[in-house]
């Protein structure tokens, strides 16, 4: 039998083709989150002494992240900037992807491709670009003030002007989480909720929401999360008194060197973030969601 | 006669350059069971969509009980409409899709459980309603979306092809039981479908539209025996069409020639000498016997051919004859006439008076 064939006949044992298939997953999941998750989970336990690791084990770095009370402000504030990011996206999100799911017809695809077209630049040119809107030399006071007018003082480097850069850089992901979900969604449903009574804000509340819930709470998770660990935009945004949680945090390893602590502040980070995982995903009941896929 | 239920005048609708419904006019009765048989994209889904108020027609007026309802929404109507694939609510149970429209009332919680009780016992589906719909045959699925569309007691019920996705067993009964619950509740019933049987089976009356228009509305035996126009005559029951000349007309019977056969049949009011007609004659009028055989005197009409194949149907079979002018008649007959098989020689015939004649030059 020729090498192709023994390779073809493996191929066709059930296992095997179990295995083949299910490598590259398991290898992308080990390699870039397991590994660097316990990785980070270890240091968090060390020491770090003029930017060096040392391996004695200790739990001064969580005593300090959640004793001090400034990093539990920092935390807070990140809590807070991205619940309400998420929600401002949630609310401004569901019109748009409603209009492209449901009115976009043959242009939907479009749409959603021009949704994406920031994306086609990276992350520090779009906060740069938003810097020269919204700083003091920006478009926006330039104008207000040739209109002889005071500046808008509440966007120039301040927790708005950061929220706002949040805003910009997911409501995008929001818009698609929901798109998706809505391509799923049978809109002659709401023939039957109208022909049946329904006025048009109650066929939303008791069709169109509950059964486009799951991917809400999907969308509203892809903005939060990354609101939640964000860096750059209150780097670039936020002002002297604007610092998140995500900003310390890489001032650990980039700045002050002190990766120990930088790790335990990751660990509660990942831990704060699971957590609102896990009570999104407590809201989602599949057979509630319409989701037929449960096998049940 | 009795009361009208639903008047519809003038009701036209146009998509783009396409008018799906055109200058439709027809008045249902209160304890109805109408149909609206057409092939599809003939007008009759988006008629149905009118009457609930889904779609605005862009002219005419539709009454309901005498009152206006051409621009009311179709929540404040009352209308009750099952629709083909069921379209029951995913994430409700069976109990939450059937009290839906109770609840968009503002109905109380014991009124919509007694009223679920009733209706439940109504369509022999208790004991489903904590389930989900997913959890259904398509059958129960069928009668869940039956009872939300009745649980309301509804001013009238639209049914959209509702039978159109269950298996034949299956819809043979739901036939026979829609009609006993549109004669329980006294409402009238509008069933949208393009399956002729269906129409046949259940309805008082029939409306057969083509093209946005309807072609004819009448009780359902006279669409059966006396069709109004070719489409009708060619869209219900199994017909064979025959396009031919008149020769001479005589008393009411007009002799034709039918590619060099002679025919003869009863001739149409508006047609002469020399016109051209259509004629129709359904395929279970027609006779097949054995070469040599006696035919009745009655039957006027008696070709020669050769059977080429017989298709078999269970209770009957369909015939598929060559006469000598080398076209193909079919008939249909009980199965297994013992003395015919495909390749012998038989004679087909028919009386004068069966079948349809149309006019070809003036429709």
């Given amino acids: 039998m ?9 191929f066709y044992r059930p296992g095997a083709r179990f295995a083949l298939l299910a490598l590259p997953g398991v290898l992308f999941v080990v390699l870039f989150l397991l590994i660097p998750i316990i990785a980070i989970l270890i240091f968090s336990f060390w020491r770090t002494e003029s930017y060096e690791l040392h391996a004695d084990w200790n739990v001064n770095n969580y005593a300090e992240v959640l004793g001090d009370g400034s990093y539990m402000v920092f935390l807070l504030r990140s809590f807070l ?9 949630l609310v401004y999100s569901w019109p748009v992807a409603y209009f492209i799911a449901k009115l976009g017809g043959r242009y939907r695809l479009l749409l959603i491709l021009a949704l994406a077209a920031p994306f086609f630049t990276g992350i520090i040119l779009r906060l740069a670009a938003l810097q020269a809107i919204m700083g003091p030399l920006g478009i926006v006071n330039m104008f207000m003030m040739d209109l002889g007018m005071e500046p808008i003082k509440f966007i120039m480097y301040t927790k708005v002007a950061t929220g706002i850069g949040l805003f910009y850089l997911y409501a995008p992901f929001m818009v698609v989480a929901l798109y998706l979900s809505l391509l799923n969604f049978n809109f002659r449903l709401l023939d039957v909720a109208k022909v049946n009574g329904a006025k048009p804000w109650r066929g939303f509340l008791e069709i169109t929401w509950p059964l486009n819930w799951a991917g809400t709470a999907i969308g509203f998770i892809l903005v939060f999360i990354p609101c939640l660990a964000s860096s750059v935009t209150p780097h670039f945004l936020g002002g002297a008194n604007g610092a998140l949680y995500g900003l310390v945090l890489g001032e650990q390893f980039a700045e002050t060197g002190t990766w120990a602590k930088g790790s335990a502040m990751g660990v509660i980070l990942f831990i704060a973030s699971f957590i609102v995982i896990l009570i999104m995903w407590r ?11 449960a096998g049940m | 006669m009795a009361d009208v ?11 783009g350059s396409v008018t799906a419904v055109d200058q439709v006019t027809v008045e249902i009765e209160q304890d109805e ?7 599809s994209g003939s007008g009759k889904t988006t008629l149905l969509r009118i009457i609930a108020g889904l779609e605005i027609p862009d002219e005419g007026r539709v009454l309901i009980n005498g009152e206006d ?14 629709f083909q694939d069921f379209l029951l609510f995913p994430h409700k149970t069976v109990g939450e899709n059937i009290t839906f429209p109770l609840k968009m009332q503002g109905e109380n919680k014991a009124h919509q459980a007694e009223r679920l009780d009733w209706i439940v016992q109504l369509l022999r589906i208790d004991g489903l309603e904590k389930r989900y719909p997913s959890q259904l045959s398509g059958g129960q699925q069928q009668r869940v979306a039956l009872a939300r569309g009745l649980i309301s007691r509804p001013v009238l019920l639209l049914l959209d092809e509702p039978l159109a996705n269950l298996d034949r067993e299956l819809r043979k009964e739901m036939e ?7 004669i329980e509740l006294g409402i009238p019933f509008v069933y949208v479908t393009h399956n002729q049987e269906e129409a046949l089976t259940m309805s008082d009356r029939i409306a057969v539209m083509n093209e946005g228009k309807f072609d004819q509305i009448a009780p359902k035996l006279d669409i059966y025996t006396k069709p109004a126009t070719p489409f009708v005559a060619s869209f219900v029951g199994h017909s064979n069409r025959i396009d031919a000349r008149i020769g001479s007309v005589n008393g009411g019977l007009a002799r034709i020639d039918w590619n060099g056969l002679p025919l003869i049949v009863s001739c149409p009011a508006d047609a002469g000498d020399g016109d051209n007609i259509s004629y129709f004659i359904k395929c279970e009028h027609i006779e097949i016997q054995p070469d040599g055989s006696s035919v009745a005197d009655s039957n006027e009409n008696q070709l020669a051919g050769t059977l080429r194949d017989v298709i078999f149907k269970g209770q009957t079979a369909d015939y598929i004859v060559v006469l000598e002018n080398e076209t193909e008649i079919v008939i249909t007959d009980a199965s297994g006439i013992p003395q015919v098989k495909a ?4 004679i087909v015939s028919w009386p004068a008076e069966a079948g349809n004649c149309f006019s070809a030059d003036h429709v």
């Fill in chain 1, 2 to 10: 020729s090498a192709r064939g023994r390779f073809s006949n493996l």
């Fill in chain 1, 81 to 89: 900037t991205a619940l309400i990011v998420s929600v401002v996206c």
């Fill in chain 1, 283 to 293: 809201t989602v009941n599949l057979r509630r969601s319409g989701f037929t896929g």
């Fill in chain 2, 5 to 15: 239920a639903i008047k519809i005048e003038g009701a036209t609708r146009r998509f």
């Fill in chain 2, 33 to 39: 069971f109408f149909a609206l048989l057409g092939p």
């Fill in chain 2, 69 to 82: 309802v051409t621009h009311l929404p179709p929540y404040a109507r009352g209308v009750g409409m099952v």
């Fill in chain 2, 176 to 182: 026979v039981e829609v009609r006993r619950y549109q």
């Fill in chain 2, 343 to 346: 390749g012998d020689r038989v």
